[in-house]
């Protein structure tokens, strides 16, 4: 299996930045890290090698890339704007410099993004931010009202948590491409978090936009779970 350490100072976000990219060629699937990991917490939880047949036959290629999170979602001693507008040179960090570099490196058009846990957050977060640049999205045990990370509710708060913003999307072109995009929500019955990727669910459905959601028997909030879970759904949808 092929492994690809790439490093650059991204000038999105002024920072240098890390990824990993396993396997030769494929469905690129970016791969967003949980709350606290990193872009090597993939293999090191056993995902890769979990997906090591699908890796190895050239099905998918793995680009896991590492987050800002501790300078967005999670830097509760920054104002709420602020932590958004970090948010959103993270995702122009990743339209203009990631997506480039997967392209130049795969030619393959079609685009998965997944996550567990606040991973999948993100995934749906970016997949229903910028309809049509993602063509399937598996969240496993994600969260997806986002209110209780902010003490002060704004519009960037409004136009960065789904349940929100989903029940008021409205122009065309932004329904099209969503409507287009293979959505799965997986998540344990048990999880704390299953009645936000319920709610999630309806709201798609109430804007025509299909969706699969999956509720797995018990929690379901750990890597053996999402193992099994990414190797059902990487390929489509029971």
């Given at each position: 299996?092929?492994?690809?350490?790439h490093q650059w100072?991204?000038?999105?976000l002024?920072?240098?930045?890390?990824?990993?990219?396993?396997?030769?060629?494929?469905?690129?699937?970016?791969?967003?890290p949980?709350?606290?990991?990193?872009?090597y917490e993939?293999e090191?939880?056993?995902?890769?090698?979990?997906?090591?047949?699908?890796?190895?036959?050239?099905w998918?290629?793995?680009?896991?890339v590492?987050s800002?999170?501790?300078e967005?979602?999670?830097?509760?001693?920054?104002?709420?704007n602020?932590?958004m507008w970090?948010?959103?040179?993270?995702?122009?960090?990743?339209?203009?410099?990631v997506?480039?570099?997967?392209?130049h490196?795969?030619?393959?058009?079609?685009?998965?993004?997944?996550?567990?846990?606040f991973g999948?957050?993100?995934a749906l977060?970016?997949?229903?931010r910028?309809?049509?640049?993602?063509?399937?999205?598996?969240?496993?045990?994600?969260l997806?009202?986002?209110?209780?990370?902010?003490?002060?509710?704004?519009?960037?708060?409004y136009?960065?948590?789904?349940?929100?913003?989903?029940?008021?999307?409205?122009?065309?072109?932004?329904?099209?491409?969503?409507?287009?995009?293979?959505?799965?929500?997986?998540?344990?019955r048990?999880?704390?978090a299953a009645?936000?990727?319920?709610?999630l669910?309806?709201?798609l459905w109430g804007?025509?936009?299909?969706?699969?959601?999956?509720?797995?028997?018990?929690?379901?909030?750990?890597w053996?779970?999402?193992?099994?879970?990414?190797?059902?759904?990487?390929s489509?949808?029971?």
């Amino acid at each position: 299996m092929q492994r690809n350490y790439h490093q650059w100072y991204s000038p999105a976000l002024q920072r240098s930045m890390e990824l990993l990219i396993f396997g030769h060629g494929g469905a690129p699937v970016l791969v967003f890290p949980t709350s606290a990991g990193r872009f090597y917490e993939y293999e090191d939880f056993g995902m890769v090698r979990a997906l090591g047949h699908q890796i190895s036959q050239g099905w998918v290629q793995l680009v896991c890339v590492d987050s800002v999170y501790a300078e967005s979602w999670y830097n509760y001693g920054w104002d709420t704007n602020g932590r958004m507008w970090r948010e959103e040179q993270y995702e122009h960090y990743l339209l203009t410099e990631v997506l480039p570099l997967v392209r130049h490196l795969n030619p393959t058009p079609y685009l998965i993004a997944t996550g567990c846990s606040f991973g999948a957050t993100e995934a749906l977060h970016f997949t229903l931010r910028h309809p049509g640049v993602v063509n399937r999205v598996i969240g496993l045990s994600g969260l997806y009202d986002l209110r209780r990370f902010f003490a002060s509710y704004t519009d960037a708060v409004y136009f960065h948590n789904p349940v929100d913003f989903v029940p008021n999307l409205h122009e065309q072109w932004r329904l099209d491409r969503l409507r287009e995009t293979d959505i799965i929500l997986v998540t344990g019955r048990d999880d704390p978090a299953a009645w936000s990727n319920d709610l999630l669910s309806q709201q798609l459905w109430g804007k025509g936009i299909g969706n699969a959601l999956r509720l797995w028997n018990g929690w379901c909030h750990d890597w053996p779970y999402w193992q099994q879970m990414i190797n059902t759904y990487v390929s489509g949808h029971d």
